[in-house]
């Protein structure tokens, strides 16, 4: 199941067509709430197969991707994991399970949140990481995820913010990514799996997100089909 977050609900007469008593759905998508997702549009009992994607890529115009170099998949190592992993041998794709999914999915939370944010807010690429007070409101952001993604679980390093603020300011001035090419392309974004999900899950764990909690607003506002 490779729609995006929001489309989840538009994929259920395709999943009700496909998925029997003994398939397994595996699940490609942005965010840390793949489960919570999927679990209401398929069977009971279905076996669901959360997946981390790193394949940077952007669809230009209908039918054409453009794909950035680099295609990586992480699941949990479990059999349904090491399963769906094993697809992918000979290809292009690097797939492997991690016995630490947890960490490695709150991982790519701290990368798509401040950057998909900043981009589809501002409308610019990169570059506007270098004006005046983002890369401190990039920062904010990566702190509540975090904080937040340690209360969940998940294992992450003193060193990641730090780390993950060097890769955003060193990028090239024209790159972007997927919310930035949605919110151009007058698609909606993925800010509630990308965002929201901050403050969501900080309230069940008693931690403050006052930026997400700023944010999520001014992402939800932006009305579908009017870029810029």
Same mark, same amino acid.
Request: overall charge negative; hydrophobic content about 45%; charged content about 20%.
């Given at each position: 199941?490779?729609?995006?977050?929001?489309?989840?609900?538009?994929?259920?007469?395709?999943?009700?067509?496909?998925?029997?008593?003994?398939?397994?759905?595996?699940?490609?998508?942005?965010?840390?709430?793949?489960?919570?997702?999927?679990?209401?549009?398929?069977?009971?009992?279905?076996?669901?197969?959360?997946?981390?994607?790193?394949?940077?890529?952007?669809?230009?115009?209908?039918? $054409? +991707?453009?794909? *950035?170099?680099?295609?990586?998949? /992480?699941?949990? =190592?479990?059999? #349904?994991? %090491?399963?769906?992993?094993?697809?992918?041998?000979?290809?292009?794709?690097?797939?492997?399970?991690?016995?630490?999914?947890?960490?490695?999915?709150?991982?790519?939370?701290?990368?798509?949140?401040?950057?998909?944010?900043?981009?589809?807010?501002?409308?610019?690429?990169?570059?506007?990481?270098?004006?005046?007070?983002?890369?401190?409101?990039?920062?904010?952001?990566?702190?509540?995820? $975090? +904080?937040?993604? *340690?209360?969940?679980?998940?294992? /992450?390093?003193? =060193?990641?913010? #730090?780390? %993950?603020?060097?890769?955003?300011?060193?990028?090239?001035?024209?790159?972007?990514?997927?919310?930035?090419?949605?919110?151009?392309?007058?698609?909606?974004?993925?800010?509630?799996?990308?965002?929201?999900?901050?403050?969501?899950?900080?309230?069940?764990?008693?931690?403050?997100?006052?930026?997400?909690?700023?944010?999520?607003?001014?992402?939800?506002?932006?009305?579908?089909?009017?870029?810029?």
């Amino acid at each position: 199941l490779c729609v995006k977050a929001h489309q989840v609900e538009g994929a259920k007469a395709w999943l009700d067509a496909t998925v029997g008593p003994h398939t397994r759905v595996a699940i490609l998508q942005n965010g840390v709430e793949h489960r919570e997702r999927v679990t209401p549009v398929v069977p009971v009992g279905t076996v669901l197969v959360p997946v981390v994607v790193d394949i940077p890529a952007g669809r230009s115009a209908p039918g $054409v +991707a453009e794909w *950035r170099g680099r295609a990586g998949l /992480l699941t949990a =190592d479990t059999p #349904e994991g %090491q399963a769906f992993c094993g697809l992918f041998t000979g290809s292009f794709v690097t797939a492997c399970p991690t016995p630490d999914y947890v960490s490695e999915n709150w991982k790519k939370l701290c990368v798509n949140a401040p950057g998909g944010a900043i981009l589809a807010l501002t409308g610019q690429t990169m570059q506007v990481f270098h004006q005046p007070g983002i890369a401190a409101i990039a920062r904010a952001i990566l702190s509540e995820c $975090v +904080a937040v993604g *340690r209360a969940e679980g998940a294992d /992450l390093p003193d =060193d990641l913010i #730090e780390a %993950q603020m060097a890769r955003f300011m060193a990028a090239a001035p024209d790159d972007t990514n997927s919310m930035y090419d949605d919110r151009a392309a007058g698609r909606e974004t993925e800010w509630d799996a990308r965002n929201a999900v901050i403050a969501r899950k900080g309230r069940v764990h008693g931690i403050p997100t006052p930026v997400s909690d700023l944010i999520v607003p001014l992402l939800a506002a932006q009305k579908v089909g009017v870029p810029g």
